[in-house]
T-cell receptor, first 112, second 115 residues
Framework: GESVGLHLPTLSVQEGDNSIINCAYS??????FIWYKQESGKGPQFIID?????DKRQGQRVTVLLNKTVKHLSLQIAATQPGDSAVYFC???????????FGSGTRLLVRP | DTGVSQNPRHKITKRGQNVTFRCDPI?????LYWYRQTLGQGPEFLTY????????KSRLLSDRFSAERPKGSFSTLEIQRTEQGDSAMYLC?????????????FGPGTRLTVL
């Protein structure tokens, strides 16, 4: 069946270091991927997205990489800050379907 | 603040009671989604509306669940005869079709606790 999963449940990094959060997906028909950030008590917040016709997309301090060959998605956060501490979810979507399929999340902890 | 609001933010109820949640999406967004999220898990799709039409429902949405969007603006999600397994965060999201992507803007959620 369809599934989106993450390799690491918790990632601890030093403030100022770069963070890499990974995600594996199983549905090769998915053509759109999103990273969301969720802080405690809040709804998911959009970070960055990428379509399947791209390998890389950059935002402000964030980069998403997509490797369709191995069905792998990653989120890179440069110069991680304490405000980046949250749970990060990847989600996938097919153009023919309007629902997002989320993974189980990775908690990012930023050490001062 | 994404512009999507949900009420109430928290709801505690006894097993067997009915509860209703409300979602007010971003005004120009014609698609509205409901998701359910349990602790430590990602949100799970429940249902979505295009304007007032409910176009898809997940098998997670049992007969005790019903959602409406009568005027294509706000939406309500009702759970009848609540069970302890219904305890979760219920998230609403909206999206404007015709945009560049499928970015969905989420509300803060309603946390339901069934005792």
């Amino acid at each position: 069946g369809e599934s989106v999963g993450l390799h690491l449940p918790t990632l601890s990094v030093q403030e100022g270091d770069n963070s890499i959060i990974n995600c594996a997906y199983s549905n090769s028909a998915s053509d759109y991927f999103i990273w969301y950030k969720q802080e405690s008590g809040k709804g998911p917040q959009f970070i960055i997205d990428i379509r399947s016709n791209m390998d890389k997309r950059q935002g402000q301090r964030v980069t998403v990489l997509l490797n369709k060959t191995v069905k792998h998605l990653s989120l890179q956060i440069a110069a991680t800050q304490p405000g980046d501490s949250a749970v990060y979810f990847c989600a996938e979507n097919k153009s023919s379907s309007y629902k997002l399929i989320f993974g189980s999340g990775t908690r990012l902890l930023v050490r001062p | 603040d994404t512009g999507v609001s949900q009420n109430p933010r928290h709801k505690i109820t006894k097993r067997g009671q009915n509860v209703t949640f409300r979602c007010d999406p971003i005004s120009e967004h014609n698609r509205l989604y409901w998701y359910r999220q349990t602790l430590g898990q990602g949100p799970e799709f429940l249902t979505y509306f295009q304007n007032e039409a409910q176009l898809e429902k997940s098998r997670l949405l049992s007969d005790r669940f019903s959602a409406e969007r009568p005027k294509g603006s706000f939406s309500t999600l009702e759970i009848q005869r609540t069970e302890q397994g219904d305890s979760a965060m219920y998230l609403c999201a909206s999206w404007r079709s015709g945009g560049l992507g499928n970015e969905q803007f989420f509300g803060p959620g309603t946390r339901l606790t069934v005792l």
